[in-house]
C-alpha cells in the first residue's frame, strides 16, 4: 500500500517549517537530530535531510519532539500560519 501524499505529491506537511526553525536556531541537521533524540525519538542527520526535503514521513512522536524543540505549536509546523508560539504561553 502506498502511503498518503500531500497535494504536491509529498509525504509530509512539515518539511518547510523544520527547515526554517532550523536555520532559524543556527542548527545543522546533526544539531536537530541529537535535539531530538533527547526528546525521546531515535532520528539521525539523514532523516532529518530526507524530512525537509520531503521525501519522508514524520510520525506523531516525532512531531511532537520538533513542537517541544523548537517550541512551536503544532498548527505551525503543519501549516505555517498559526504563528509560533511558546509552548505553554
Known amino acids: 500500500m502506498l502511503g498518503p501524499k500531500t497535494q504536491d505529491g509529498g509525504k509530509n506537511l512539515v518539511c518547510k517549517q523544520v527547515r526554517k526553525e532550523r536555520e532559524a ?9 541529537k535535539m531530538v533524540q533527547l526528546n ?5 542527520k539523514n532523516a532529518i535531510t530526507r524530512i525537509e526535503n520531503n521525501k519522508r514521513y ?12 523548537f517550541g512551536v505549536d503544532y498548527g505551525y509546523l503543519i501549516d505555517g500560519k498559526a504563528g509560533s508560539t ?3 504561553e
Request: charged residues 30%; glycine residues 10%; proline residues 0%.
Open 25 to 33: 536556531r543556527g542548527l545543522s541537521q546533526s544539531a536537530l537530530a
Open 40 to 44: 525521546g525519538c531515535d532520528i539521525d
Open 58 to 69: 514524520v510520525t506523531d512522536v516525532e512531531l511532537k519532539a520538533f513542537v517541544e524543540v
Open 86 to 88: 511558546t509552548k505553554g
